[in-house]
């Protein structure tokens, strides 16, 4: 077990560098727009969705009904469905871990967890699973906790902090895209989703651009069982 949890700490170091960042951004931001300390944490520890949680704060401080909320929540984690359904096999026969993993399969986590580390023997992958998850759980918790202390103590301008976010999603792509050899996915989703930006405009262009690669990614994976 001692050997599962240093391996699962060690491989979630980069994400620790990322999270922190992008949780302290968040912190600041949370904090700026008048929300406290135990609002960062509660929703880290239990929203614990980088993307979302910068976009609640717009939605809260806008005054958004529950229904926009939730649509605007489906939207913006529709890709979780596709990490979800990737998922079934690894997360088969996890026990009591299986809704922690659900719950805590962000987009580092869902990365390292396809990883395979070839050092972690079969029997201990579970658990492998779940430290990942917590580690990366823990890293994003504390960077937004410290966003709003150091936000408290320091004012500046917080302009473009959400830009971090974006960043990190460039960085998760190109490592996904170094990492594999089979990138029909990923020029399936970059295509798909420009064809729909300039069809749709910016506004509204997230449900389509899914709904389309949903699609192609359904038919994309029929082709191997049909030969």
Not at 72 to 85: D, E, K, P, S, W
Not at 92 to 117: M, Q, W
Request: net charge neutral; charged share 15%; with cysteine.
């Amino acid at each position: 077990m001692k050997k599962t949890i240093k391996a699962a700490l060690v491989d979630t170091l980069p994400v620790l560098t990322g999270y922190l960042v992008l949780g302290f951004g968040f912190g600041i931001i949370i904090k700026v727009n008048g929300y406290s300390l135990l609002h960062a944490f509660l929703m880290s520890l239990l929203i614990y969705a980088g993307s979302m949680q910068y976009v609640a704060i717009g939605l809260f401080t806008g005054g958004a009904s529950l229904v926009t909320v939730a649509l605007t929540t489906l939207m913006v984690n529709a890709r979780h469905l596709f990490y979800g359904i990737s998922m079934i096999d690894r997360y088969k026969n996890t026990g009591a871990r299986k809704p922690y993993l659900i719950f805590a399969l962000t987009d580092e986590t869902y990365s390292l967890v396809c990883s395979d580390n070839p050092n972690i023997p079969e029997k201990e992958r579970k658990n492998y699973y779940l430290f990942v998850s917590l580690f990366d759980h823990i890293y994003w918790i504390t960077g937004s906790v410290l966003g709003v202390v150091v936000g408290s103590l320091v004012k500046f301008n917080s302009e473009g902090i959400d830009f971090a976010l974006t960043a990190l999603f460039v960085t998760v792509f190109l490592e996904q895209w170094l990492t594999t050899k089979n990138h029909a996915p990923a020029i399936i989703g970059v295509v798909s989703s420009v064809v729909c930006l300039v069809i749709f405009g910016s506004e509204s262009f997230l449900i389509p651009t899914m709904l389309i690669i949903a699609l192609l990614l359904c038919l994309y994976k029929e082709v191997p069982e049909n030969e």
